[in-house]
């Protein structure tokens, strides 16, 4: 609780900003687990943006002769049971991946956010509803929610995405209610209310701002979970479909040859643990520099 | 002749559907410019009190009536303008994430009052603070300056009553004569009225005319500032009261 002698201040509000951001980056930066998992993050989404250029071969061309090959000059990753070049697919599966993992973020964080907020505002039987809800939608372990959900319509990787997203919202709703039931009650709440503010007011110019920060750590570490449940469905061919090179349908097929040709399997293995821990390195990492009750 | 801004008409403020009656049949009458202290130990009820004026709990039984007339139990923005709360905690009381710019143009904006960099730069000289302080966050700032916002934020929508709940119980004793005698000033040369809870007699006889005293929730008698000095009082608690925080007093 440093008071700044006021002729040092900033001089606008974008400077103000500015300043925040730079206090909150310099934190991170100091977060050395964090760091390696944001560089980390920046080579995946990086390989997955570049793949057309950075790979070696068709990721749909077959060389029969030359199948289940170790790593090679030609093959640096090898090449699986078709003879397709392991390297260049596990790019274009990253590709597929992230794509599953930001799209699911994207549309599951809000609806939890939502649901969050206006259940911990409004309370009552507007909580008891939306949480019996939250609560009957926890009660499955996600994967077999998302099975049953493609089951019902088709393996795609869009119903994944939407399926996924399913499991992913309650526990951000259960979040986002705890953090607006701990604000509701603050002055500063009762301040604005003595403006006149409405209620809508209230909840997006006042407690989203102190939602969306545990949200977007609490999201961020999600992503793992959401990478391992896309790989799932296309490990139980329920995702991506063949021959798609999505890292979950990869080890699928990698799998019968996992005693003789290791390698195979292991790329993709590697590739999803790797990206998995990236996440939650970042999402940790986040979790200490956005969380309020951490200054 | 008497010109009554606020009163309070046997308020009986219950909780949990009437299991705990904080506040009992309460009853008082604040003249325009005064400064009215109520005062007692914790959990006695006056900070009840205060919010059930101020709009925040509208679930009272007994009226509250302004400038004559009675308070709706859903405050139109009229009501809000009129009067303005100052909070406890300065640490609580500021929202962690806006800078002062956003938290003194938001009431503006949302009374419709226009006009809005003009207003805040005035209200930020009337507590003492300079411009330079609009692009601050509140923890860049001291529990003082704090406050100091906390009170322009109040002042800014140019309200006729300030409610006070303890408002330097959190700062340092230092800091909280500054903020009393900006209290002071500010009623002096904007003709406020002050309604103001404290647990600290000597805060009470420093700054208020008339003073309550309250326990369990009742009221238990009125007396002037000069009354409290001199340790004129009718109830044994209040005696007692005194007692208790005399060396406040006559220091």
Redesign the interface.
């Known amino acids: 609780?440093?008071?700044?002698p006021?002729?040092l201040?900033?001089?606008?509000?974008a400077?103000?900003r500015m300043q925040?951001l730079r206090i909150t980056v310099s934190k991170l930066r100091r977060n050395g687990s964090a760091m390696l998992g944001l560089i980390l993050l920046v080579i995946i989404f990086g390989a997955a943006i570049f793949a057309p250029w950075l790979s070696t071969h068709d990721i749909y061309a077959q060389d029969l002769t030359n199948r289940l090959a170790r790593p090679s000059a030609a093959n640096w990753l090898g090449t699986d049971e078709l003879g397709r070049d392991i390297y260049s697919r596990l790019l274009h599966g990253g590709r597929i991946t992230l794509y599953i993992a930001c799209l699911t973020a994207v549309i599951s964080a809000p609806i939890g956010l939502v649901v969050g907020m206006v259940s911990g505002w409004f309370g009552g039987w507007v909580d008891v509803v939306l949480m019996r809800v939250t609560e009957i939608f926890l009660a499955f372990p996600s994967l077999i929610l998302a099975l049953a959900f493609v089951a019902a319509l088709g393996p795609s990787i869009e119903n994944a995405i939407i399926a996924i997203s399913l499991a992913t919202w309650p526990p951000i709703a259960r979040l986002a209610r705890a953090e607006t039931m701990m604000v509701r009650r603050?002055?500063?709440i009762?301040?604005?209310?003595?403006?006149?503010?409405s209620a809508w007011?209230i909840m997006v110019?006042?407690i989203a701002?102190?939602c969306v920060p545990s949200v977007i750590a609490r999201v961020t570490l999600n992503m793992a979970s959401i990478i391992l449940s896309a790989a799932g469905l296309g490990f139980l061919g329920l995702g991506a479909q063949p021959p798609s090179p999505e890292w979950g349908a990869m080890l699928s097929s990698a799998r019968q040859f996992i005693l003789s040709n290791g390698h195979v399997a292991a790329a993709p293995g590697i590739a999803i643990l790797i990206t998995s821990i990236a996440f939650n390195l970042v999402g940790d990492g986040l979790r200490d520099v956005l969380d309020?009750r951490h200054? | 002749m008497r010109d009554t801004v606020l009163e309070a008409v046997d308020l009986t403020i219950s909780f949990n559907d009437g299991a705990v009656t904080a506040v009992k049949g309460a009853k008082f009458r604040i003249e325009r410019g005064e400064s009215y202290g109520l005062i007692g130990e914790s959990g006695c009820g006056k900070s009840t009190i205060l919010r059930a004026v101020a709009g925040l709990n509208t679930d009272y039984d007994g009226s509250i009536l302004f400038e004559g007339r009675e308070l709706p139990e859903r405050r139109r923005k009229e009501h809000f303008r009129a009067m303005q709360m100052v909070f406890q905690d300065p640490y609580g009381s500021l929202h962690p994430r806006k800078m002062v710019q956003a938290v003194l143009a938001e009431p503006v904006r949302l009374m419709g009052l226009g006009d809005e960099q003009r207003r805040i730069d005035e209200v930020l000289r009337n507590v003492g603070l300079g411009p330079e302080f609009r692009f601050r966050y509140p923890h860049e700032l001291s529990g003082g300056q704090r406050q100091r916002i906390a009170i322009a934020r109040a002042l800014i929508v140019e309200p006729k009553v300030l409610l006070l709940d303890e408002p330097t119980s959190a700062l340092d004793v230092s800091v909280q004569a500054e903020i009393l005698n900006l209290l002071t000033r500010l009623r002096r040369e904007l003709g406020l009225t002050y309604l103001m809870v404290s647990h600290d007699i000597a805060v009470i006889a420093h700054m208020c005319d008339r003073v309550a005293i309250m326990q369990h929730g009742r009221i238990l008698e009125e007396i002037t500032a000069p009354d409290v000095r001199a340790g004129r009082v009718a109830e044994d608690y209040t005696r007692e009261f005194l007692a208790a925080s005399a060396p406040a007093i006559t220091a």
Not at chain 1, 1 to 4: D, E, G, L, Q, R
Not at chain 1, 9 to 13: K, V
Not at chain 1, 190 to 197: E, F, H, I, P, W
Request: aromatic share 4%; hydrophobic share 35%.
């Open positions: 609780m440093t008071a700044i006021a002729t201040g900033p001089r606008t509000p400077e103000a925040q603050s002055d500063y009762a301040a604005v209310r003595l403006q006149g503010a007011r110019g006042h701002p102190m309020p200054d």
